[in-house]
């Protein structure tokens, strides 16, 4: 269950979101199967988009930061 900004629920199918997620954070274009929940889907795939763009932003410099710790472990 979801919770919106004025207190309503909205039910998350589970199989439907992380299919969306690792399509999303895989870069495959968005391919809602039949059978799964569009809404879900979407929902799992937009958190899956940004979770990628969000890894290649962040990967190099946290790469850095644990090789600075590292070298100062030596």
């Known amino acids: ?26 870069g495959r274009s968005p391919q809602c199967a039949i059978g799964l929940d569009q809404v879900s889907y979407l929902s799992g795939f937009c958190h899956g988009r940004a979770r990628r763009a969000q890894s290649r932003t962040k990967s190099p410099s946290l790469l850095r ?4 710790r590292a070298g100062a472990l030596r």
Request: no cysteine; glycine share 10%; net charge negative.
């Open 1 to 26: 269950m979801h919770d919106d900004k004025q207190g309503r629920k909205m039910n998350i199918d589970l199989d439907s979101w992380e299919a969306g997620y690792a399509d999303g954070q895989y």
């Open 65 to 68: 930061s644990l090789v600075q």
